[in-house]
Nanobody, 124 residues
Framework: QVLLVESGGGLVQAGGSLRLSCAASGRTVSFYSMGWFRQAPGKEREFVAAISGRGGFTSYTDSVKGRFTISRDSAKNTVFLQMNSLKPEDTATYYC?????????????????WGQGTQVTVSS
């Protein structure tokens, strides 16, 4: 079993930055693909970014390309999401997820483990 705990959310003004962290415990996730998803009130959960099991491949939804960067520190069993140039439309609860395969996936159903989420609010 894998436990994922997100942190780093908060309130920031438009144009600001936040760095989300996702700490995994229970077993190493070094070879798991990891993803970030977000869900705004009244909307479906959507894919944000993912990184492959060995970190060689990444994928981003179009709306965050050039602004967000996903990375991982296998030694710390942690995945990060650096978010720059934040916009009010980025406001959502952000979830970390782990996929037992090494393949980058964008569908939430592909992921096996989920964190509880961290709130990101961007004011205009």
């Amino acid at each position: 079993q894998v436990l994922l705990v997100e942190s780093g959310g908060g309130l920031v003004q438009a144009g600001g930055s936040l760095r989300l962290s996702c700490a995994a415990s229970g077993r190493t996730v070094s070879f798991y693909s990891m993803g970030w998803f977000r869900q705004a009130p009244g909307k479906e959960r959507e894919f944000v970014a993912a990184i492959s099991g060995r970190g060689g491949f990444t994928s981003y939804t179009d709306s965050v390309k050039g602004r967000f960067t996903i990375s991982r520190d296998s030694a710390k069993n942690t995945v990060f999401l650096q978010m720059n140039s934040l916009k009010p439309e980025d406001t959502a609860t952000y979830y970390c997820a782990a996929d037992r395969t090494q393949v980058v996936r964008t569908r939430s159903l592909s992921y096996d483990y989920w964190g509880q989420g961290t709130q990101v609010t961007v004011s205009s």
